[in-house]
């Protein structure tokens, strides 16, 4: 040890060796807004993923419900009497509906999903965003304060 990092007792003086050592302030004050405001991002977030599954199960409910009222009216006019051919020619059109039906309501639910998809990746993208200005600007008011 040297005389220099020896206190009066000759023992090791730690304030004499880091006295001139300081460590960086920190602005608790800024530190929690940033922290509160993360947190209501990510409540927002939060809340339109779930307005985005409500909405998507109750389209998928309202689709649900079409199909079994179409297959009713299907089967009731499967059970009427009537010539084979045109019975048939009934049924040709009857599953191109159905099929162009599902391929519409397919693309709607997809449609459905990513908008909620993009409403939350936008207000996490915008937090985000927002926390490297934060951050930038504390960092200029700490250069400009030493």
């Known amino acids: 040890m040297t005389k220099a990092a020896t206190g009066t007792d000759g023992l090791f003086d730690v304030g004499k060796v880091f006295g001139n050592f300081r460590l960086p302030s920190f602005d608790v004050e800024a530190i ?3 922290q509160r ?3 209501e991002a990510l409540t927002q977030a939060n809340q339109l993923a779930a307005e985005g599954v409500r909405a998507l199960a109750e389209r998928q409910v309202g689709i649900l419900q079409q199909a079994i009222v179409e297959a009713s009216g299907l089967f009731r006019e499967w059970t009427q009497p009537g010539a ?4 048939l020619a009934k049924s040709v059109d009857a599953a191109k509906q ?3 039906k599902g391929l519409a309501n397919a693309r709607e639910l997809n449609d459905l999903s990513a908008k909620a998809g993009m409403d939350v990746f ?9 926390s490297f200005d934060e951050v930038r600007l504390y960092a200029k008011k ?3 304060a030493h």
């Open 37 to 39: 405001k993360n947190l």
């Open 84 to 87: 084979a051919d045109e019975r």
């Open 98 to 100: 159905t099929f162009e």
């Open 122 to 130: 936008s207000v996490l993208a915008r937090r985000l965003s927002q």
């Open 142 to 144: 700490q250069i400009a």
């Open 32 to 34: 929690a807004a940033t």
